[in-house]
Each structure stands twice: as C-alpha cells, then as structure tokens.
C-alpha cells in the first residue's frame, strides 16, 4: 500500500477514534509529549495502559463475584482504572468508570456488575482500536513513511 | 304572710331549675353545639394566629398556615354564630325567667287574696242562713212559751165561750208575736181538736191574712169526743185527723199588716191551701222539728219549724206551733253580693238539694206530686250545674274533713273558675255553701298583664337579639377582615419564599452551568496552547489560531463573570482575608492597562494619595477585580483622553484635599460618615483599625446618561444598548463591582463630572493590619534640594506626577514634547552657566520660565530629567541626534527614561551604550518616580563618596545596567503578552484559590521584580564585578539574595524571553536556546509519587520536557522514604547521591533539599498522598526547609481541596494534568521556596 494512502487512513481513522468519543484531548497531549527522546511514548503509555486495565478489571471481576462485595476496595480499583484511562484519554473507559463509581457509593451490587461488563466492553473497543492504530502507524512507519500530525477538526 | 312569701319563693325557685328539664334535648343540644364551636374555635383560632405571629420568622409553618388560613375563615364564621346564639339564649331565658317570676309572684299572692275574699263571701250568705235558722227557733220557741201560757189559763175551759176565749187569746198573742218579726211567712198553731189558727203574710203583694178553721165544726161535743180520744189513745191526734176532716172549712182575713185590724171579709178557703200548717205528724217525739218546706203558691223556699205545745202536766200534746221563714233574703243577699263581686254563690243541703243561689233560676221542680226540691246538679243555671257536676266528680259525696274546698282553676264549659266549698254542719239542716267565680274576674287582668308583659318582653328581647347579632357582625367583620389581610399576606410571603427560591434556583443552575461549561473551555484553551506552541503551523494557521484563543478566552471571561455574579448572588462568595499591598496591587494594574491604553491612545494614571495604608486586609483579588473591571469598562467607552484611578483615604481627605474633587463629594461623604457612626460600635468592638479608601476612576469617554447612573450597575445592562454593538460586553462587568462592593462594605456611584466622560466613586471598608505603621518613604528629597524634569507626552500624568512632586517639596518642571524640553534644559543650564538669556526659536510659556526663575534660586540641585521615550521621533533616525543632544546635559543631571513596550531593541541598546541606565516603564506613577528618586540619589551619595573612583566603572556599569535593563523589559513584556490572561485572571478569580494563588505568585514576580530592578540598581553603584556582588551578597544578605535570585531565576526562564540572561548563562553551562522555550523547569528535581503507572509515566514525560528531573515513586511510603533517604544523605555527608543529578546538583545539593517539588497523588495504596504528606511535614517540623507539595487528585471537588490544603499541601492539581497549570503551579511553588 501506498504510504500517503496509509497516512490518510491513519488520520482519518484517528479522527473518527475521536469523532465517536473513544478518545479525548488528553491523548493529544499524549501525542505532543512524544519527540525524538521518547520515540514510542505513546505506544508505552498505552501498553502500559493496558496492562494496568487488564490487571484491575481481573480484581475487579474476582471482588465482585465474591458474596460479600468489598465495596471499598472496589471503588479504589475503579478509582485508578478511571486516573489511568483518563490519562491517556480513553473517555468512555472513564465515563463509564464514573457511573460505576456511582453505584459503587451506592452499593449497589447488581448495577456494578452491569457496570464492570461496561467498563470492560468500552475497554477492549478502545483497546482494539489503539491497537489497530499503532498497527497502522508501525506500517507506516516500515513503508518509511513519518507519522502524519493529527489535527482536531473539532 | 311572710311565712307564705317565703314559701312562694321556695317553691317558685324550685322550677328554675327544673326548667331545663322540660326543653333538655334541644337546650343541651344548643349548649353541646355551642362548647363545640367554642372548642373548634379555639382549636382553629388560636394556633392561626399563633403562627402568623411567629409566620415571619419560622418560615416552615407557611404551608400549613395557609391551610389553617382557609379554616380560620370558617371559624370565624363559626364563631360568630356561636356568639349569636349564645345571646340568643341569654336573651330568651332572661325574657322567660323574668316574666315566669312576676307572673307566679303575682298569680300567687292574688290567688291568696282572693281565696279569703272568697270565703269571707261565702260565709255571708251562710250567716244569713244561720240568722234565719236562729230568729225562726227563738220565734216558735216564743210562740210555744206563750201558748203553753194561755193553754194552762183555760185548760178547764168547758164551756163553748171560754173555748173561743182561748182562742180569741190566742189568736192575740199570736198576732203580736207575728207582727213583731216581719221576716215571719206564716205562724200556725192547729190545736189537738184539729181547730187551726195561722197567720200568713204574703211578701209579694204586701198581704196579711189570718187564717182560721170554722167553729161551728169544732162544737163541745166534738170536744168530747176530743177529750175521751185524747185521752184513750195518743195517736188518735195525727194527720188523718186534719186531712180527713177535708170537709172542714177555713176562712181566710185580710189584716191590716200593722194593727192586726180586720180589712176585709173572711173568705172560706180549703184547707192547707194556702200555708203548711204543721201538725202533730211534724213533732212525733216531742221534739223541735226543722225543715225546708216549699211553699204551695210562691215559688221561694220556706224554712219551717215545729214545735209542740204540752199541757201543765207535760203529758200530752196540746197543740203544734209551727213557724215559717221564707228563705228568699238569703239568695237576695247572694244576689247582692254576686252583682258585686261577679261569680255564683248557691246553697244546698248535704244530699244536694239547691237552697239559695244567687242565679234567678227555680230551684223548684214541678214534678206529678207537685214542686219539689231541686237537686244542684239538675239546676237550670248552666254554671251552677256543671259546678255541682264537677265537684260530685271530685269528691263524690264524701266532703273533705275541714269543711272547706278550694279549687283554682275547674274548667267549665272550657273556661277557668274558682270553686270554693264551704259546708256547714248544723244540727238539724247540714249545709253546703259552694261559690264558682270565673277566674277572668279575679286573674283577667293579670292575666292580660302578664301575656301583654310577654309579648313585650319577647319583641324587646329579639330587639336586642338582632341589635346584638348586628354589632357582633360589625366587630368580628374587622376580625375577619384582618384575617384575610392576615392569609393574602401569608400567601404573598409564600409566593415570595417560591420566587426566591426559583431565583436561587437559577443562580445555582446558573452557578453549575457556568463551571460545567468552563472546563472544556479551559481544554480547548489549553489544546490551542499547545497547538500555538506547533512550530509546524503556517502563518494563517497561526493567526486563526490565536483568534481563536482570543475568542475562546473571552467566552471564558464571560463564563466568569457569570460565575461570579451567581456565586455572589447565591451567597457562596466568601471574602478571604488576608493582607496585601493595596498600592502595589493598584500600580500592576495600571501597569496592565497601560499597553491597552497605550494602543488606544488614551493615558492611564494612578493616583494614589500618601495616606492611603501601604497593607491593607482583605481580599486582594477581588479588589483587584473590581478594579479591573472598572477600567477595563473606562478604557472600553474611552476613545482618546486619559484614564485617572485616584485614591485616598478617608480621614486625611476631609480637610486636605476638598478642593481637588467635585463639591458634590461631601455629600456622599457625610452619609458616609453617618453611615460609619451607626456601624460604629460594631465596628469599634470588631476591629478598630478600619480605614474607609476612598476611590475615583474618571474617564474621558463618552459618558453615561445620568437617567442611567443607577441602572448601568444592574445585570445585563449597558448605558446604551448600541454600544454592544461597538465595544461588546455582556454588562455583567459593573454588576460584579457593585456586587462585590457592597460585599465589600463599601459602595459605587457614577458621580457627576464637569467636562465629558463619566466619574465613577467608590469606597471600600478594608481593615489593616494591627502593628501596620504606615510606611511613606523616609528618605528625605527635600535635603537634597532635587529639581525634576518631566518631559512626558501625557498632560494628566505628567499633571498629577508634578503635583505629588510639589507636595513632596520637589521642585517640577514640565515639557510635553521634545522642542518643550530642549528649551528648558537650555534654560535652565545655560542661564545657570552664563546667565543670558538664550532665545532659539522655541520659547517657554511664562509660567514655566517662573519656575525656571525659582529652580534657579536653588543651590546646588540635582537634576533628574525623565524622559518619554515617546518624545523622541523614533519614525526617522532623528532619535539618535535627540540622544546625543541629551547627552550633552548627562554630566549634569540624571536621565530616566521611561520606555513603551514597543520601544525598539535598538533605541534601547543606543540607550544603554550612552550610559543611560535608569529606564522605567510607563506609565509612571508614584512609586516608580520614588524608585527613580532613592536610586539616583543613591548614587549621587556614591559618586560623592567614591569621587575619586576611575573611569573603569563605566564600562562595568553599563553590563549592570543591561541586565537591569533587561529584567525590567522582559518583565514587563511577559506582562503585555499575557495580558489576556493575567486579565482573564483577573476577572474571574474564581473558586479555585489556585487561580488566585497563581495570580497573586505572578504579581510576586512582578513585585519582586520592581525590587529587583531597584536593588539592581543599588548593586550596580556599590560593586563593580558582578561575581564579586553575589559571592558578597551570599555572605551578607542570604534571604534577600535568595529572593532575587529566585526572581531572578524565575524571570530568565520565562518564555518570552529573548535570549539567556548574563547571570543565569553563567551559573548554567549548558542551555540550549531551542529548548527554552519547553524547559521552563529546567533544572528542577521533582518527586513524583503516583500508583497508576500511565500516569506516572505521562507526568514523567511531561515534566521531564520541560527540563526537570523526574523521580517516580509508586506510592505514598516510598515518596517518604525517598525523601528521608535523602535528608539523612544530606544531613550525614552531604554527598551527591542521584546519578541522575545535574551537575549543578551536585555542587549545589548542601544548599537545597533534595527535591523542589513533590507530586503527590491522594489515592494511593500503602500510604494515600495525604498521609504521607502529613509525614513529611512532620520530618520537616524541626528543619527550615519545606517541600512544596502538589496534590494530584481525580475529585475535582473543593472538599479534596480543602482536605489537602490542610494536611500541608500547597497547591492542587486535578486529572487529567493541564499542562500550562502544572507549569504555572509548580513555578509559582518552586519560586517561593529556596
């Protein structure tokens, strides 16, 4: 494939990432810290990211099945699930965070479980969608290409 | 009599109160009825108007008082229907029992009355009767007395004439005994030989007759015969001896009624065809006899008595008297009684026969054996009749034992009587007196009077019934009325109560939607931040980008103001406390301004009196608020002309500087003092130092209306609405002054002006501070005899600069354009050194050559000339001859120049290579001149110690000088590129006190800047190598050196800087230019203490852009321990221990902690972030040294806020990190702390 073709469905499909909400400015301000010192910055954080979500929604999943529910330790995990997503501007990992933290004050059992398939499902979106964008990017980069700047057109 | 009064009494109050009894069921229903109403009136009425009592302040009630409300009516309405009824009843028993008593009162004591009267009447005819009965006794009595007599004289009668001579005797006697009782009907006397004597007198036709039998019957020998039948048998001698001697004839005479002298012929008559003669079958036993015998021609009863005559020897029955009484006086006496009395009075016998009656009715029966004796229940009288019927009824034939009857009120033939019986009970003849009188004749009129009282008594009392509901009506109508003012304004407070709250409402809505809306306002501003900072954008793009940054600022400013205004107006606005320099606050301010009014051409000017207190308490931000807000809103209307913020003080002002200001202003100051008298003893207790600052702002700008002087500081409102259209604005600006004002205790007015342009004056009421002793600056100009030029192209600002001068005993001298300032420098130094007059072609004004005669008396001044850059023609090169004409007059006077911040580099660089150090910016004000002042009299006092120093000091001076000269610039253009925000700041102050920590750390450098640039200024004249004079000040003076090197520091990295400053490229060997711009934490170490490891490495990433070391800990202990780690390394060796430590750590590490700044997230495992910064603080207690640190915290609420602040963090930061704010902050953090 052509690199300019590529580089157009990167910008493009990045723009859509943000059109639909998955990310917000904080990725921006991702992508600004990135530079020549840290070539992979964002790629890190990400991963990093990733990492970090997979390890708390598994706590998660297991303090939730427990019978007696330790709402405490529950809000805490969604507390840093939702500092980490939005700090890479996962926004609708940390919306649907907020409303969990919601009915965790709440206690309300039923609705978290509800909240953590949510949380779960907006995470593996947005992680499937960063991925399919690095993939692109890394494709880009193989053909030689450089990485276009993305604009916000909003 | 008493007696019966009392008992009349005692029974009479005995119905009272049994009188109840007979109305009970619908009196006590009334009675229930009403203790109802009165309890459901007390219950509705009460607590109603306990509540609208107490309505106002317990607002809770409101609702259940306006249903209360709608009762109440009803209870009113109860109520008085219940008072009415009450009277009604009152009224009716009154009436009742008043008329009861008087008619039982007077029934009873005329019912006694008359009952004696009755029996006193019926006694009368019985009297009579008794008189009759007694006088016919006496009289038979008489009669048999003498004929015994007269019988004994001719007992031996044998012969026929001594017969007729007992006879004739006899008839004599008779006679005179007859003649001597009128009331006599008849006296007989038949003789045992059947012979008859009698006299009659008939009373109707006035008669008297004798009546006797025929002689011839009765010969001798018939007495013979007599005497052998008397003799032989007693009853021989009986009726049969009369009755059959039918054939007998009587003859009858008419007397003469008083002599007894034959009248007429003697007539026979047939026997007891006239009179009853009583003969022996009347007196069987001897015996007096009595009876009521009727007579045979008239129709009147006689009373008859019989009485036998006996011989001497009382053995036989001569003969039989008998005497007759007519009864007819005692019924005329009843009649008589009766006509007077009214009634029927009758007599009878016990077995009922009728004796007298008053009536005329017969009390004879004709029956087959001729009249007979009537019966009183057969009598013809109707009243009579019924009245023997009713009491045969009653009491049958058995009489009571007392022999008196009385009976009140007998109905008869359905009319009332009395009946009164009285019997009698003689020997012979019982009798029975009965008396009927209809009560009418006794009671009628009583009676009458007591119906009449009645009716009278009823229609007075509804009289009073209706008077009394009437007046009831009248008095409770205002009650009534009174309630329902009572529930319109009860509802009018609820609708208040509503309203307020649905305003509230909407501030609040007004309040979140406005913070909602300002944070991603802040992100796009932030985002268009970092896309400015894009080198790759085109210059277009560039330019659209910063409008909108512009744009975006201004929606954001208006965000602000919103608010602000909700805050205000839904009383969340806490005023903080705190003190601040007021002056210098006021001088960044105009400082701001003046690069507006610069590009507007108007001049802004500050002045502020001496007197106004150097510190005030209060809070800073919003005074500066609504200061900027006021000439934000000047220089908007103003289009050419000048801008002036006056101060002063209250007190000083009264009597120095009246004259300065409008007349109009005492006014509103007197009310002011008033005013302050009344707060006066609140004020006096709370805090005794409260000074009243006293503010103008005038403009030159189109003015307002006076209609609108009031309204221009509502909402929304603007003097004219079509300058929206040409300025903008929401009108919000002046709502929030005034707003804050009032908060402020103070309060705004557009004040009358002379000239155009509006004149705004406030005060405010702000507080100093205890031990504040004011500072005025102490050094003394006048001893030094200084002359001041101002050559300054602003006429008011060079106007008010002269005036303080002047009052400071300095002498002034003013030029407003360049040939002005050649002429008088000419004038002034060359009159002084040759003393001509030395005319060009520019020639002074008269005043200013006065001024120039008097500066000349002056011995020995120093000059300071201050010169507008603006007054040099900088379009051409001419400039460069202006400075080398002004250098000529270097030797002798002072120059500073007061530069524009668009003065160009090379203007500058000329400056400075001609030595001429002092440069200040405009606008100049008074601070800036007492800079200007102590500086150049620093050093004149130098050069006139050192006078002997070389020529080598020149050259050093003009590096100093270029650095002074450079922080002075740079600051101020840092100042005018960030306007907007500095503005924007401002404007908002916002909830965030980090805001107004930020801004108030920015007025920090600016403040320590001044100082800087002044104590530069210092430095330069005491040492001539620059390294000498910070190891010297390192040694001497440690806090200050701190200070401005700090500022120092702060300052050169700024990013508008245009290149690297001369002490920091020293101290740093190894800045790179292109980097600068980023690396405005350069050098720094920051702790970086953060469980989520995105974050973690996001913040390292940014922190490390801009140049700062970066150490990330993974929790709260760790962040502690690194930190002791440290301490203890410091403190045992003070040895470098992080590699990763810049070399200028590592020489520097004994003289800083080990870390600048920590980042401390709240939520971590192990140990939160507020934890384990009340740890370190702890460590720190006994040290110097405090670690600035920032909270980073996902809340974003206040609370987290204030829970930070209070375990010892200084600042805040929320997530998603802003970059520009982490910047700012931890710039202002790590500038106030070594």
């Given at each position: ?23 917000d400015s904080q990725?921006?301000q ?56 939005s ?11 907020i ?56 | ?502 305003s509230n409402y909407k501030s609040q809505f007004l309040a979140n939607m406005s913070h909602e809306l300002r944070t991603p306002m802040a992100a796009v501003i932030g985002l268009l931040d970092i896309?400015i ?15 909108i940054r512009k744009c975006s600022t201004a929606l954001l400013r208006l965000l602000n103001n919103i608010l602000d205004l909700s805050k205000v107006e839904s009383g969340k606005l806490i005023l903080e406390e705190a003190e601040f320099d007021l002056?210098r606050e006021l001088?960044g301010l105009?400082d701001m301004f003046?690069?507006q ?19 005030v308490r209060g809070d800073s931000a919003r005074v500066v608020q609504i200061f900027s807000n006021l000439i934000s809103n000047?220089i908007k ?76 500081f509502e909402s929304f ?11 903008g604005g929401t009108g919000l600006g002046l709502c929030i002054v005034r707003t804050l004002i009032n908060k402020m205790g103070g309060?705004i ?13 406030l005060?405010l009421?702000l ?207 840092t100042c005018s590129s960030d306007d907007s925000d500095i503005s924007e700041l401002g404007d908002s102050n916002s909830t965030s006190s980090l805001h107004i920590g930020e801004q108030q750390e920015e007025k920090f450098v600016r403040c ?47 990013p ?24 405005s ?78 980042l401390m997230?709240c ?25 600035p640190i920032v909270a980073l915290t996902a809340h974003a609420m206040s609370s987290d806020e204030a829970k930070c602040l209070e375990v010892?963090m200084d600042a805040y930061l929320t997530k998603p990190i802003d970059y520009k704010l982490m910047v700012s902050t931890i710039l202002s953090l790590t500038k106030r702390?070594?």
């Amino acid at each position: 494939m052509e690199v300019g073709q590529m580089q157009r469905r990167l910008v493009d499909y990045t723009k859509s990432l943000f059109m639909e909400g998955f990310l917000d400015s904080q990725f921006l301000q991702l992508q600004q810290l990135q530079d020549e010192n840290n070539p992979d910055f964002v790629v890190e954080v990400v991963s990093l990211f990733f990492e970090d979500s997979e390890k708390l929604l598994n706590e998660l999943t297991r303090a939730l099945d427990q019978t007696n529910v330790e709402f405490k330790k529950v809000d805490a995990h969604v507390h840093q699930l939702k500092g980490s997503s939005s700090s890479i501007g996962a926004q609708r990992v940390k919306n649907a965070c907020i409303a969990f933290r919601n009915f965790c004050e709440e206690q309300n059992t039923e609705a978290c479980m509800r909240c953590l398939q949510q949380v779960k499902q907006e995470y593996y979106l947005v992680k499937n969608k960063l991925e399919t964008m690095f993939r692109l990017e890394q494709q880009i980069v193989a053909a030689g290409g450089s990485i276009p700047i993305i604009e916000m057109s909003s | 009599m008493a007696e019966k009064v009392n008992e009349t009494s005692s029974r009479c109050s005995e119905p009272s109160p049994a009188l109840p009894s007979p109305m009970g069921t619908p009196l006590r229903k009334v009675f229930d009825r009403i203790s109802g109403l009165a309890m459901t009136c007390k219950r509705n009425a009460v607590p109603p108007r306990r509540r609208i009592f107490h309505g106002d302040v317990e607002q809770e009630g409101f609702q259940h008082a306006s249903t209360y409300c709608l009762s109440s009516y009803y209870s009113v309405f109860v109520a008085r229907l219940a008072i009415m009824v009450m009277l009604a009843v009152l009224i009716g028993l009154l009436t009742i029992l008043t008329w009861h008593f008087t008619k039982v009162y007077t029934t009873r004591s005329l019912n006694t009355l008359s009952s004696g009267l009755r029996l006193e009447l019926l006694q009368r005819p019985m009297l009579r009767m008794w008189n009759v009965l007694n006088s016919t006794s006496e009289i038979t009595t008489a009669q048999v007395k003498l004929s015994e007599y007269v019988i004994r004289r001719y007992s031996k009668a044998t012969t026929q004439a001594e017969q007729v001579g007992l006879y004739e005797m006899m008839r004599d006697v008779t006679w005179a005994l007859f003649s001597s009782n009128k009331a006599l009907n008849a006296i007989t006397i038949s003789y045992r030989n059947g012979f008859v004597q009698a006299f009659h007198r008939d009373h109707r036709s006035n008669n008297t007759f004798y009546i006797y039998s025929d002689l011839v019957n009765y010969s001798i020998s018939a007495t013979g015969s007599y005497d052998v039948n008397m003799l032989t048998s007693h009853q021989g001698w009986d009726n049969e001896s009369i009755h059959g001697n039918l054939s007998a004839i009587w003859y009858q005479e008419q007397l003469d009624p008083v002599t007894g002298e034959k009248i007429g012929k003697a007539k026979p008559v047939p026997p007891d065809d006239l009179i009853n003669i009583a003969g022996l079958s009347q007196v069987p036993d001897g015996a007096a006899s009595w009876h009521v015998a009727v007579s045979k021609h008239t129709d009147s009863l006689l009373l008859s008595a019989a009485l036998p005559v006996l011989d001497p020897s009382n053995e036989r029955i001569v003969a039989v008297v008998g005497v007759t009484t007519a009864l007819y006086s005692v019924g005329q006496l009843m009649k008589e009684l009766v006509e007077v009395h009214g009634g029927y009075i009758y007599l009878t016998t016990r077995e009922g026969y009728l004796l007298a009656t008053s009536t005329d009715a017969p009390l004879l029966t004709n029956t087959t054996k001729g009249p007979e004796l009537m019966l009183a229940v057969d009598s013809e009288d109707p009243v009579v009749r019924m009245g023997a019927r009713w009491l045969q009824k009653a009491y049958g034939n058995k009489l009571p034992p007392h022999h008196v009857v009385q009976v009140e009120n007998a109905e008869l033939d359905r009319q009332q009587y009395y009946i009164d019986l009285f019997f009698l009970n003689l020997k012979r003849l019982p009798m029975v007196g009965v008396i009927i009188i209809p009560r009418k004749n006794i009671m009628g009129k009583v009676d009458e009077m007591a119906l009449k009282t009645l009716v009278l008594l009823i229609s007075a009392s509804l009289c009073i019934l209706v008077i009394g509901c009437v007046c009831i009506l009248i008095l409770t109508n205002g009650v009534s009325k009174e309630m329902k003012l009572r529930a319109e304004l009860i509802s009018h407070l609820d609708a208040r109560r509503k309203a307020e709250a649905s305003s509230n409402y909407k501030s609040q809505f007004l309040a979140n939607m406005s913070h909602e809306l300002r944070t991603p306002m802040a992100a796009v501003i932030g985002l268009l931040d970092i896309l400015i900072c894009d080198d790759c954008l085109s210059n277009e793009q560039y330019a659209t980008v910063t409008q909108i940054r512009k744009c975006s600022t201004a929606l954001l400013r208006l965000l602000n103001n919103i608010l602000d205004l909700s805050k205000v107006e839904s009383g969340k606005l806490i005023l903080e406390e705190a003190e601040f320099d007021l002056g210098r606050e006021l001088e960044g301010l105009i400082d701001m301004f003046s690069v507006q009014c610069i590009n507007h051409n108007v001049e802004a000017v500050l002045d502020l009196s001496d007197d106004i207190p150097k510190l005030v308490r209060g809070d800073s931000a919003r005074v500066v608020q609504i200061f900027s807000n006021l000439i934000s809103n000047s220089i908007k209307f103003t289009t050419s002309g000048h801008v002036i913020l006056r101060g002063w003080c209250e007190s000083s002002n009264m009597a120095s500087d009246a004259g300065m200001f409008p007349s109009d202003q005492k006014k509103s100051r007197s009310t002011l003092n008033t005013k302050l008298k009344q707060n006066g003893n609140h004020m006096d207790s709370e805090k005794c130092n409260k000074v009243i600052l006293w503010f103008e702002v005038d403009d030159t700008g189109c003015g307002i209306d006076p209609s609108k002087w009031e309204t221009v500081f509502e909402s929304f409102e603007q003097a004219d609405p079509s300058t929206t259209r040409m300025h903008g604005g929401t009108g919000l600006g002046l709502c929030i002054v005034r707003t804050l004002i009032n908060k402020m205790g103070g309060e705004i007015k557009v004040v009358k002006k002379n000239g155009p342009g509006t004149l705004m004056q406030l005060y405010l009421l702000l507080s100093t501070p205890e031990d504040g002793t004011e500072q005025h600056h102490q050094i003394d100009f006048v001893e030094h005899s200084v002359v001041v030029l101002l050559a300054l192209h602003g006429s008011m600002g060079r106007f008010v600069m002269s005036q303080w001068l002047s009052k400071n005993r300095i002498s002034p001298v003013e030029a407003s354009e360049w040939n002005e300032l050649t002429q008088t420098l000419r004038e002034l130094f060359h009159t002084r050194g040759r003393n001509s007059g030395f005319n060009t072609h520019y020639s002074l004004s008269e005043s200013s050559r006065d001024k120039l005669k008097s500066i000349e008396d002056v011995t020995n001044p120093l000059y300071i000339i201050v010169v507008d850059i603006g007054l040099l023609d900088s379009s051409t090169d001419i400039w460069k001859e202006q400075i080398n004409f002004l250098e000529k007059f270097s030797s002798k006077a002072k120059f500073a120049w007061m530069l524009e911040h668009d003065t160009s580099n090379v203007i500058k660089m000329e400056l400075r290579q001609k030595g001429h150090i002092l440069m200040v910016n405009k606008p100049l004000y008074k601070a800036k001149m007492i800079h200007i002042l102590e500086a150049v009299m620093k050093e004149r006092n130098l050069e006139l110690q050192k006078k002997s120093s070389n020529a080598t000091r020149v050259t050093t001076r003009e590096g100093d000088s270029h650095e002074c000269l450079e922080i002075a610039s740079t600051h101020f253009e840092t100042c005018s590129s960030d306007d907007s925000d500095i503005s924007e700041l401002g404007d908002s102050n916002s909830t965030s006190s980090l805001h107004i920590g930020e801004q108030q750390e920015e007025k920090f450098v600016r403040c320590s800047t001044s100082n800087f640039q002044t104590k530069n200024c210092l430095v330069e004249f005491c040492h001539s190598e620059e390294n000498n004079s910070w190891t010297e000040y390192m040694s001497n003076d440690r806090p200050t050196l701190n200070d401005m090197g700090d500022a120092k520091c702060v300052i050169s990295r700024g990013p508008d800087r245009p290149s690297g400053s001369s002490g920091k490229e020293q101290r740093k060997p190894c800045p790179s230019k292109a980097m600068n711009e980023q690396k405005s934490l350069e050098g720094l170490r920051i702790l970086l203490a953060e469980d989520t490891p995105v974050l973690q490495r996001v913040a390292t990433i940014m922190l490390e852009k801009m140049g700062a070391t970066v150490i990330a800990v993974g929790d709260g202990l760790q962040a502690v321990d690194a930190l002791n780690c440290s301490l203890d390394i410091e403190e045992g060796g003070r040895k470098p221990s992080f590699q990763d430590g810049s070399p200028r750590f590592q020489t520097e590490i004994c003289d800083s902690p080990p870390y600048d700044l920590i980042l401390m997230d709240c939520q971590m495992p192990k140990m939160d972030g507020y934890e384990a910064t009340k740890a370190i603080r702890k460590s720190e207690a006994g040290t110097r040294m405090h670690i600035p640190i920032v909270a980073l915290t996902a809340h974003a609420m206040s609370s987290d806020e204030a829970k930070c602040l209070e375990v010892g963090m200084d600042a805040y930061l929320t997530k998603p990190i802003d970059y520009k704010l982490m910047v700012s902050t931890i710039l202002s953090l790590t500038k106030r702390t070594p």
